[in-house]
């Protein structure tokens, strides 16, 4: 039986790497992937899944407004499709995942969302609140803080490298921006922050790490 698959990780755990090396193993056993993410995640091009390594794909987006169970259902009218790779899923609405979720439900079609757990402030995206609910399989893409230890923070930097706990929940940026750290090297990053006002013309919308 088909699942929804939750793979998460922190930036730099290679998410998006992960999720095109998936769709090619699909394609390479000549299935067909329908590839998406969401219209919030711009940073290397509207339609375009890329990731650290080089690996880049185009991908269909999702606005806040489409309905991505409709949107399936017709490609599966017009064409064959195998199974749904979902990119930076964090920032899919809840009603996004619902949707995935009756994909999965409906067509006995394998999902699988690869994002981010948690924003700069350890708090979970709403895309992945809904997934760790009601997804069937949960895994972990780890990485490792600069200690050495497994990082699970994406830490925002400010201008002076330090960890800052303010601001806009969701500012693309790369590793200029963010970081992951372990939690112990967080809050002492946060500890040696000094009172910092963001730049107003920094304030875009929210975040997404670079994967």
Same mark, same amino acid.
């Given at each position: 039986?088909?699942?929804?698959?939750?793979?998460?990780?922190?930036? !730099?755990?290679?998410?998006?790497?992960?999720?095109?090396?998936?769709?090619?193993? *699909?394609?390479?056993?000549?299935?067909?992937?329908?590839?998406?993410?969401? %219209?919030?995640?711009?940073?290397?091009?509207?339609?375009?899944?890329?990731? +650290?390594?080089?690996?880049?794909?185009?991908? &269909?987006?999702?606005?806040?407004? &489409? &309905?991505?169970?409709?949107?399936?259902?017709?490609?599966?009218?017009?064409?064959?499709?195998?199974?749904?790779?979902?990119?930076?899923? @964090?920032?899919?609405?809840?009603?996004?995942?619902? @949707?995935?979720?009756?994909?999965?439900?409906? *067509?006995?079609?394998?999902?699988?969302?690869?994002?981010?757990?948690? &924003?700069?402030?350890?708090?979970?995206?709403?895309?992945? +609140?809904?997934?760790?609910?009601?997804?069937?399989?949960?895994?972990?893409?780890?990485?490792?803080? @600069?200690?050495?230890?497994?990082?699970?923070?994406?830490?925002?930097?400010?201008? %002076?490298?330090?960890?800052?706990?303010?601001?806009?929940?969701?500012?693309?940026? !790369?590793?200029?921006?963010?970081? %992951?750290?372990?939690?112990?090297?967080?809050?002492?990053?946060?500890?040696?922050?000094?009172?910092?006002?963001?730049?107003?013309?920094?304030?875009?919308?929210?975040?997404?790490?670079?994967?």
């Amino acid at each position: 039986m088909a699942k929804l698959y939750f793979k998460y990780g922190a930036m !730099g755990s290679s998410k998006s790497a992960q999720a095109l090396i998936t769709k090619f193993n *699909y394609e390479e056993k000549g299935m067909t992937v329908w590839l998406i993410k969401p %219209a919030t995640d711009t940073r290397d091009g509207y339609n375009i899944v890329k990731s +650290r390594i080089g690996l880049v794909s185009e991908a &269909d987006i999702i606005t806040d407004s &489409d &309905d991505i169970f409709e949107m399936f259902s017709n490609i599966k009218e017009n064409r064959n499709a195998d199974v749904v790779i979902a990119d930076e899923c @964090q920032f899919f609405t809840s009603e996004h995942i619902d @949707q995935l979720r009756n994909i999965v439900d409906t *067509y006995n079609v394998p999902v699988l969302c690869f994002g981010l757990r948690t &924003d700069f402030r350890t708090k979970l995206f709403v895309g992945s +609140r809904r997934l760790f609910e009601l997804a069937d399989s949960i895994s972990e893409i780890k990485t490792i803080c @600069q200690c050495g230890k497994k990082a699970i923070v994406n830490a925002r930097l400010n201008d %002076a490298g330090i960890a800052i706990t303010h601001g806009s929940k969701i500012l693309l940026g !790369g590793n200029d921006t963010y970081v %992951a750290m372990c939690h112990k090297c967080w809050k002492k990053s946060i500890s040696e922050s000094k009172p910092y006002i963001e730049n107003p013309a920094h304030h875009i919308t929210d975040i997404t790490l670079k994967n």
